[in-house]
Nanobody, 121 residues
Framework: QVQLVESGGGLVQAGGSLRLSCAAS????????MDWYRQAPGKQRELVAG???????KYADSVKGRFTISRDNAKNTVYLQMNSLKPEDTAVYLC???????????????WGQGTQVTVSS
């Protein structure tokens, strides 16, 4: 009923930048919190950044001052601008949306398929 599609990942040198996008589509009534997570090989999935429907943001300590999360409610899209990238930022980045369906007006949690970010030293 709902799909989240991430894009924008890739290979970048340390110190470089990438901008990730996550677009939601389907039977959407409204979208509440949208979050970016990442998972590196052999590590637990961790919250990177989140943004509420009203624009309130939160960040992991490891990315504060380097990453910026934003959203375009008209496009049902959330972005993650990543600057000053480090090799330890290498991971699969996944989008998570808390979405109210137009079919039943209940909120559900949806995940995208992930996009790979690789930062070389």
């Amino acid at each position: 009923q709902v799909q989240l599609v991430e894009s924008g990942g890739g290979l970048v040198q340390a110190g470089g930048s990438l901008r990730l996008s996550c677009a939601a589509s389907g039977s959407i009534f409204s979208i509440n919190d949208m979050d970016w997570y990442r998972q590196a090989p052999g590590k637990q999935r961790e919250l990177v950044a989140g943004i509420s429907s009203g624009g309130r943001t939160k960040y992991a300590d490891s990315v504060k001052g380097r990453f910026t999360i934003s959203r375009d409610n008209a496009k049902n899209t959330v972005y993650l601008q990543m600057n000053s990238l480090k090799p330890e930022d290498t991971a699969v980045y996944l989008c998570n949306g808390h979405i109210v369906l137009s079919t039943d007006h209940f909120q559900y949690s949806y995940w995208g398929q992930g996009t790979q970010v690789t930062v070389s030293s």
